[in-house]
């Protein structure tokens, strides 16, 4: 099964440091979610897109749709200690109604 | 509280042993889906079931058999002939398979070879 191309592979910040990261595919995706997933712990959805474009906030996360619908970002604004973990996005095919999943970003926080 | 609960939380199987691990939702999804996650690696689809008494293979279904008798219920089988079953299980739900499908997930099942 095809897999994202997610980038960063890991990033290491410091508390307050604004982050970026990105996904992309080589195929046209109608759908982009992103998760955080914790040590030990199952993924949970921080931001759905489902439209070219579209730019949606959760806090201080902010995800964008990118236009040409094969990638999308993830922005997280004054990082915090508790924003460390693994981002996974995944996004579904224009054709197919499964999800990719990306290989994840590991998020480090110094303080 | 409505979510999806997977037990056990750790599962140890011996050489040749089939192991079973359960997946309950109470969110009234219509989907189920089994993912199974390596260290460093992105999620891999194992099976996924659209409706009750039905399921189709994921990407990597060999070794695996799974059964959807009710909405609420999804377990997982991992049979002997899985030769690399050390893994962290996940199972995860979504209203319905479509265009704005969502999927959530359970707290996973970390299943260790003896």
């Known amino acids: 099964g095809q897999q994202l191309n997610q980038s960063p592979q890991s990033m290491f910040i410091q508390e307050g440091e604004d982050v970026s990261m990105n996904c992309t595919s080589s195929?046209?995706?109608?759908?982009w979610l992103w998760y955080k997933q914790d040590p030990g712990e199952g993924p949970v959805l921080l931001i759905a897109?489902?439209?070219?474009?579209e730019l949606t906030s959760n806090g201080r996360l902010t995800a964008q749709f990118g236009i040409t619908r094969k990638d999308s970002f993830l922005n997280i604004s004054a990082s915090i200690p508790s924003d460390v973990g693994i981002y996974f996005c995944a996004g579904r095919p224009g054709t197919a109604s499964k999800l990719t999943f990306g290989t994840g970003t590991r998020l480090q926080v110094t303080l | 509280d409505g979510g999806i609960t997977q037990s056990p939380k750790y599962l140890f199987r011996k050489e040749g042993q089939n192991v079973t691990l359960s997946c309950e939702q109470n969110l009234n999804h219509d989907a189920m889906y089994w993912y199974r996650q390596d260290p460093g690696q992105g999620l891999r689809l194992i099976y996924y079931s659209q409706i009750v008494n039905d399921f189709q293979k994921g990407d990597i279904a060999e070794g695996y058999s799974v059964s959807r008798e009710k909405k609420e219920s999804f377990p997982l089988t991992v049979t002997s002939a899985q030769k690399n079953p050390t893994a962290f299980y996940l199972c995860a739900s979504s209203m319905a398979s479509g265009r704005q499908e969502t999927q959530y997930f359970g707290p996973g099942t970390r299943l260790l070879v003896l």
């Open positions: 897109l489902y439209k070219a474009g």
């Open positions: 195929s046209i995706f109608n759908t």
